[in-house]
T-cell receptor, first 114, second 111 residues
Framework: DTEVTQTPKHLVMGMTNKKSLKCEQH?????MYWYKQKAKKPPELMFV???????INESVPSRFSPECPNSSLLNLHLHALQPEDSALYLC?????????????FGPGTRLTVT | KNEVEQSPQNLTAQEGEFITINCSYS?????LHWLQQHPGGGIVSLFMLSSGKKKHGRLIATINIQEKHSSLHITASHPRDSAVYIC?????????????FGKGTHLIIQP
């Protein structure tokens, strides 16, 4: 199984809503990532979890709150978002070793904030 | 200056043509990735390179570490190859780090 799954595929939420994005992998990877991609732009790294601990937070606003409840799951909790937060949110995972490893990407969640 | 530069930004070619997409980077890296993204879609990893050359089907990727340059080639291109091709690097260091992405090359293969 070399798949990273993400739910939901599409999400529309108002600025006062609270919602969560979910990501799951069963490849035994111990590094998981959240990226944000605006239209016609490359992805931008938001968070990195390594062994279920947050290791990188790229100055993301606190209205985005990541959570890694176990080695297979990664959540992104959303609260009080702004319309400019509308984007494709991509999850990825990889092995954690000294050498670089391939990142496997999920299909993404397309988020629209109204 | 971006750490990862791709060229061309846009490329339109006829079916069957040989395609080359270039990527240059300005930082020390531990790996370079070539990724494919179809419109509105998720990202598929095509290659991860740290040296030399890799081939998968009609796709070939090469990297020259000394020159900090990589190329992605598509032989016998087909309309289904139409997509955005993204070069991404993992900056040198151990453990888990995110990727730094180029802006992508938008490829259209016309029948």
């Amino acid at each position: 199984d070399t798949e990273v799954t993400q739910t939901p595929k599409h999400l529309v939420m108002g600025m006062t809503n609270k919602k969560s994005l979910k990501c799951e992998q069963h490849m035994g990877h111990r590094a998981m990532y959240w990226y944000k991609q605006k239209a016609k732009k490359p992805p931008e790294l938001m968070f990195v979890y390594s062994y279920e601990k947050l290791s990188i937070n790229e100055s993301v606003p606190s209205r985005f709150s990541p959570e890694c409840p176990n080695s297979s799951l990664l959540n992104l909790h959303l609260h009080a978002l702004q319309p400019e937060d509308s984007a494709l949110y991509l999850c990825a995972s990889s092995q954690v070793r000294d050498r670089a490893n391939e990142q496997y990407f999920g299909p993404g969640t397309r988020l629209t904030v109204t | 200056k971006n750490e990862v530069e791709q060229s061309p930004q846009n490329l339109t070619a006829q079916e069957g043509e040989f395609i080359t997409i270039n990527c240059s980077y300005s930082v020390g890296i531990s790996a370079l990735h070539w990724l494919q993204q179809h419109p509105g879609g998720g990202i598929v990893s095509l290659f991860m390179l740290s040296s030399g050359k890799k081939k998968h089907g009609r796709l070939i990727a090469t990297i020259n570490i000394q020159e900090k340059h990589s190329s992605l080639h598509i032989t016998a291109s087909h309309p289904r190859d139409s997509a955005v091709y993204i070069c991404a690097v993992r900056v040198s260091g151990g453990g888990a780090d995110g990727l730094t992405f180029g802006k992508g090359t938008h490829l259209i293969i016309q029948p």
